[in-house]
């Protein structure tokens, strides 16, 4: 076998998942109950004055950090879109997007290390390049949904605020909680 056919084996890319191509009930299982929890949330909103924050971003945040970039995707994205469609449906293709993309960078960004386990330095940041993602993808969503300026800049401060509650809850489940290490070594026993 060649150095390069060698190299190109051992080496898995930003968007292959072990888990993925060697257990695929699993995989398919593990982003199943990801997409439900992200809709059950989309229905939980915590009331603050003038609105709502929902704890969606959270789970997104989170399986975006544990999952390869398509189940990030059919998690942030695919999961949103159905929340939406089902409970409030105007900005359902608005969430199909910026958490589709939200999760797919957050998940390339975790997995763009060369070796070793994720760092929490590389996994705040990509957490809040998604945040800054979900807050101008949201806030030109909502110009473009509800036609109008003066609204989506009355809810910037709340898509600020949930945002950062989601990057605050996904680092402490990911980390402070040991959620990467539960399911690394999970997932490398079923390999």
Not at 26 to 47: E, K, Q, R, S
Not at 53 to 61: E, F, M, V
Not at 177 to 184: D, E, G, R, S, T
Request: proline residues 4%; hydrophobic residues 55%; aromatic residues 12%.
């Amino acid at each position: 076998m060649s150095n390069v056919n060698v190299k190109a084996k051992n080496r898995i890319g930003l968007f292959e998942s072990p888990l993925r191509e060697n257990h695929r009930v699993l995989w398919i299982t593990i982003t199943a109950l990801f997409m439900a929890i992200n809709i059950v949330l989309a229905t939980l909103g915590i009331p603050v004055p003038g609105g709502h924050l929902y704890l969606c971003d959270a789970i997104i945040c989170i399986a975006a950090m544990l999952l390869d970039p398509l189940a990030a995707f059919a998690v942030g994205g695919i999961g949103s879109f159905l929340g939406d469609f089902i409970f409030y449906p105007a900005p359902m293709f608005v969430s199909l997007v910026v958490h589709g993309l939200q999760a797919v960078v957050i998940s390339l960004i975790v997995r763009g290390y060369k070796g070793g386990k994720p760092r929490f330095a590389r996994s705040l940041i990509a957490v809040l390049i998604g945040a800054v993602i979900m807050v101008i993808g949201y806030t030109l969503g909502k110009i473009y949904v509800y036609s109008t300026y003066e609204y989506a800049m009355m809810k910037l401060p709340y898509e600020i605020a949930q945002a950062l509650l989601g990057v605050v809850i996904s680092l402490l489940v990911c980390y402070r909680f040991k959620l990467f290490a539960i399911f690394n070594r999970e997932t490398e026993r079923e390999q």
